[in-house]
């Protein structure tokens, strides 16, 4: 499946509210991968955006494991891991609170803009204009939502996604916290 496409300039979008009112009455965070959970339940309460999907990212070393495994990869391990893409797709309202909320995710990158995308895929964006996507994937893969890593590249991978979710979950907490404000 291909992920990732660059980025999109806002269009109109006279449905965001209703769209956004009806993606949080069928939120069930059960479904979230329990280590996102609080991040997409904090984006809920910011008016100018909605979480769309989101994967925490698994990472599978052994052949009858679990492809949703949310365990590290263990530090003895030295094969080939199966990498299911983490990532984080908005629909973001166009307002300028929406687009410097927008701004902000793409400074994200900077984590490291070698494992670190950003853009609208195709899939969101026919679905919802104005979605925007986080994702980490080595540069390599971005077109891909799996690929098979050699150790070194998988730990490095893993190491940015903890990076990326840290990030994100400060950047929800400063959204919640400037909405509240307002």
């Given at each position: 499946m291909e992920t990732f496409r660059g980025l999109r300039e806002f269009v109109e979008n006279k449905r965001y509210s209703e769209d956004r009112q009806d993606t949080l009455a069928a939120l069930n965070l059960g479904c979230v991968d329990a280590p996102i959970a609080d991040i997409v339940a904090g984006f809920a309460t910011i008016p100018h955006c909605y979480t769309l999907q989101c994967c925490y990212g698994h990472f599978a070393y052994a052949?009858?494991?679990?492809?949703?495994?949310?365990?590290?990869?263990?530090?003895?391990?030295?094969?080939?891991?199966?990498?299911?893409?983490?990532?984080?797709a908005f629909?973001?309202?166009?307002?300028?609170?929406?687009?410097?909320?927008?701004?902000?995710?793409?400074?994200?990158?900077?984590?490291?803009?070698?494992?670190?995308?950003?853009?609208?895929p195709d899939w969101f964006w026919e679905q919802r204009v104005n979605s925007y996507a986080l994702q980490v994937e080595p540069i390599a893969h971005q077109l891909k939502d799996e690929a098979i890593l050699e150790i070194s590249e998988a730990l490095a991978t893993q190491r940015v996604r903890n990076l990326f979710f840290s990030e994100l979950r400060e950047m929800m907490t400063a959204e919640m916290n400037a909405h509240a404000r307002s």
């Open positions: 052949a009858e494991q679990d492809p949703h495994c949310l365990e590290p990869i263990p530090g003895d391990y030295g094969g080939l891991v199966r990498y299911r893409i983490a990532y984080i629909c973001i309202e166009n307002s300028s609170l929406g687009q410097a909320f927008r701004d902000s995710l793409s400074r994200i990158t900077a984590i490291d803009p070698s494992y670190v995308q950003f853009g609208s």
